[in-house]
């Protein structure tokens, strides 16, 4: 049933004061048991006095309920949300199977760090952790509720630990069908309690959330699936973003073309302002673009745009930083790096972005290496663009060996891969592999230059400008 807002008194007089009371008591949260002893009423008169208010407000879930008693405005039951939204997530409390009650406090925990961290995202919408204990019910049960609530996928979970180990089970579904989209289990060894939960949190909001998330992953897949003509603000984005991860100059054009279409939907859209910005500063250090000045401007209007709209989004931040080094603002560059590192310090696909800039912008390599291991620790399914990443800062801190290693395991037919690679080898002196690499480069890239990269990345750390120069003649780059 619709409730609106004029309607609700109306419909609320049919209850009796005694009905009224309970219906409160349990669209809060409250229990049976607790609603009883508040009321001085047994539990089971409690049950009663509900299926009495069901019928008459015509509702079937307490989410329904809960509607009646929300704030003017807020969204009735049954109504979903607008088709351009993000998806919107549930998460169930973790089921304890342990009857100690400091691992049922744990699982509790749990489930709330994870709502609370994956509510960060600005390309989700999640709720509330209050709510789902609430409900009381299980995946099996929650058809209705998910309905109401207009839950697009939600998690569960399992724990079983004892004095030694502790094992978890995650599981995305579909809250449509209820089919899984994915399952992990995590087995730990229980030394420091808090240490161990921190961890565990991070590990699965990083899985489920950033650009190659299971998340974000299942959106693409589902967008791919719709014709043109249905695609939404949201669906461009996803696309956007798994194309100007390719690092190509075709995959970035058709990045900011996708990214563009989708804020001309919706132009509030806070991530997807920040991540054009990204594909901007791609386009700007690849020399992809027809313009290197153009690029820029563009890189600081959309990365400014994005931080109007949300003044702490990491991603915009750390576009924000680069950006200002190119305008010769190294001091501006620093402090947007800082905040960066601040609101995204457990997001595993901004700290390569940092680490990036520690090492070749403002910054020290040596500080940028732990920021790469944090991101890989944090995200095991660590996508290509992750080593190539970790190749620049290696090369910047002189380890030319492991940088070599880290960035064959990237995107071979990136051009900083090929740039990186060719340096590295001829600062170890194998002037057969940097001439490969130099030849690719000339071939696949025939407008590359290592002075525009080092103007568009930018590259305004001394010691890295030097190193890159310098191996840049060895090798006989353009």
């Known amino acids: 049933m619709t409730v609106n807002d004029a309607s609700k008194a109306q419909t609320l007089d049919a209850l009796s004061g005694r009905e009224r009371a309970v219906a409160e008591k349990f669209a809060t949260g409250m229990t049976y048991r607790e609603i009883g002893n508040a009321l001085f009423i047994a539990p089971t008169t409690v049950r009663t006095h509900l299926a009495a208010i069901y019928e008459k407000l015509g509702v079937r879930t307490k989410i329904g309920l809960a509607a009646y008693f929300a704030a003017p405005g807020a969204r009735p039951d049954g109504l979903s949300p607008p088709s351009d939204a993000p998806p919107v997530l549930a998460i169930f409390p973790i089921e304890c199977l342990n009857s100690e009650e400091r691992w049922r406090r744990f699982a509790d925990g749990l489930s709330s760090d994870i709502t609370i961290d994956l509510a960060r995202y600005a390309g989700l919408s999640v709720i509330a952790f209050?709510?789902?204990?609430?409900?009381?019910?299980?995946?099996?049960?929650?058809?209705?509720?998910g309905k109401a609530l207009g839950v697009t996928y939600?998690?569960?979970?399992?724990?079983?630990?004892?004095d030694q180990r502790i094992r978890l089970t995650i599981e995305l579904a579909d809250a449509g069908n209820g089919v899984s989209l994915w399952r992990e289990r995590y087995d730990r060894p229980v030394e420091d309690i808090f240490a161990l939960q921190e961890?565990?949190?991070?590990s699965i909001i990083n899985v489920f959330a950033g650009?190659?998330?299971?998340?974000?992953?299942?959106?693409?897949n589902a967008a791919r699936r719709k014709p043109p003509a249905n695609l939404r603000a949201y669906d461009f984005y996803l696309l956007g973003v798994e194309q100007h991860t390719t690092f190509s100059r075709a995959g970035n054009a058709e990045a900011i073309r996708l990214f563009s279409r989708a804020l001309e939907l919706d132009p509030t859209f806070a991530n997807c302002w920040a991540e054009l910005a990204y594909a901007y500063s791609v386009e700007a250090c690849n020399g992809f673009g027809n313009d290197l000045l153009t690029s820029i401007e563009n890189w600081r209007i959309t990365a400014e745009n994005a931080l109007r709209l949300d003044p702490t989004d990491s991603c915009a931040l750390a576009c924000l930083g680069n950006v200002r080094a190119c305008l010769g603002d190294l001091e501006g560059a620093e402090r947007a790096h800082r905040r960066a590192l601040e609101y995204g310090c457990n997001h595993a696909g901004i700290l390569p972005l940092l680490a990036g800039s520690k090492a070749l912008v403002v910054g020290d390599p040596a500080e940028a290496i732990p920021l790469i291991e944090r991101a890989m620790r944090?995200?095991?399914l660590a996508p290509p663009w992750y080593f190539g990443m970790q190749g620049r800062i290696l090369f910047?801190?002189?380890r030319h060996r492991e940088a070599v290693a880290a960035l064959r395991r990237s995107s071979p037919e990136s051009l900083d891969v090929l740039m990186f690679l060719a340096l590295s080898h001829a600062a170890m002196g194998e002037a057969g592999e940097a001439a490969r690499a130099a030849t690719r480069?000339?071939?696949?890239f025939p407008g590359f230059s290592v002075e525009r990269f080092i103007a568009g990345y930018?590259?305004?750390?001394?010691?890295?400008?030097l190193a890159i120069r310098h191996a840049a003649e060895l090798a006989k780059l353009p």
């Open 130 to 145: 209050h709510t789902m204990k609430s409900l009381g019910s299980k995946p099996a049960d929650f058809a209705a509720d």
């Open 441 to 444: 480069l000339r071939a696949e």
């Open 199 to 202: 961890s565990l949190t991070e």
């Open 396 to 398: 910047a801190a002189g």
């Open 378 to 380: 944090l995200n095991p």
């Open 458 to 465: 930018p590259v305004t750390n001394p010691d890295a400008l």
């Open 211 to 220: 650009s190659y998330g299971t998340l974000a992953t299942v959106g693409r």
């Open 154 to 162: 939600f998690i569960s979970g399992q724990l079983r630990a004892d």
